[in-house]
């Protein structure tokens, strides 16, 4: 599979990737009040759903009641602590030190730290933190690319695999606006430098040392690695908002999208979203014929 990116990536070291997130979590500020408090931890994730409003449905939070839960990549916690208040038993595993701090303090303050289990670990080696046990849903967030060899990931999700597991995986759109966006808007149309410049240019905090990007063909030959048959494929997610307004908590679109009818918008975000929304399942023919 000739992914964008392997021959620049697969050699970063994940200390790299450990130090760029402990230096700046994931949404760290999407907030001005007090870092810690449950109106900051509300402020973050009023501000996150707002922005990317197709994750609540994507990971249909409240269809894992009663059920357990393997979040690879939890970030600052948003995703793990809607799981455990809507009822599921939640284990989540971060590289990022400094992320987990904040969100065993984001569980603490709601009052769910008997629902999540927090774990450090690389989830290229996973199951030397994680001891393989079956989960009803295994949920990875805008994870898996940033980590230098995401087949290795892959490689260890069927050990916690049952049956009728599900798992909901999003990676980044090689075939998307951003990816245009930043080719033009930082790459000035240098198209072999454009490994380089998404890396760079991927998240809020430039300077990013691995992003993957796929196709929806690589995206599902990636899952086909993990044992996995893709059942659902969606691209959704083109960031509208002016920058330099967006910073100081102000959400004004850009004058292209302002006058853009909605239909149009969401149409254009199905065709070049930013965001692969994978749903797969373990492919018991793949498991057979081993």
């Given amino acids: 599979m000739n992914v964008s990116g392997t021959d620049l990536f697969e050699k970063m070291p994940v200390s790299a ?30 501000r996150k759903y707002f922005v990317e409003p197709h994750i609540p449905d994507f990971a249909e939070f409240e269809r894992w009641r009663g059920k357990k839960v393997l979040e690879i990549g939890c970030g600052i916690g948003t995703g793990s602590i809607d799981f455990a208040q809507h009822g599921a038993q939640v284990t989540a595993v971060d590289l990022s030190e400094n992320s987990l701090n904040l969100a065993r303090k984001r569980a603490q303050v709601f009052g769910l730290e008997d629902r999540i289990r927090f774990v450090q670990a690389d989830a290229e080696r ?31 999700l069927p050990q916690y695999f049952k049956p009728d597991t599900t798992v909901k995986i999003m990676v980044y759109n ?16 240098q198209f072999w430098k454009l490994d380089q410049l998404i890396a760079e240019n991927s998240e809020a905090q430039t300077g990013c040392p691995v992003t993957y990007v796929y196709s929806r063909d690589e995206a599902r030959t990636l899952l086909q690695a993990g044992g996995l048959r893709t059942t659902e494929v969606k691209a959704d997610h083109i ?23 909605k239909w149009l918008f969401h149409s254009l975000e199905r065709l070049a979203g930013w965001h ?15």
């Fill in 276 to 290: 692969l929304c994978l749903t797969a399942v373990p492919d018991r023919k793949a498991a057979a014929g081993q």
């Fill in 126 to 156: 996973l199951s030397e933190f994680v001891a393989p046990e079956p989960f009803d849903l295994i949920y990875s967030f805008g994870v898996i690319h940033h980590t230098p060899h995401p087949e290795r990931v892959m490689a260890q």
């Fill in 239 to 261: 960031f509208a908002y002016r920058i330099p307004d967006y910073v100081k908590y102000r959400y004004v679109r850009v004058w292209y999208f302002r006058w853009m009818p």
């Fill in 17 to 46: 990737v450990k130090k760029y997130w402990d230096d700046r979590p994931c949404n760290i500020r999407h907030s001005t009040k007090e870092v810690g408090t449950r109106e900051y931890f509300e402020e973050v994730r009023q």
């Fill in 174 to 189: 090689r075939w998307s606006w951003k990816v245009l966006w930043i080719l033009l808007r930082y790459g000035k149309g």
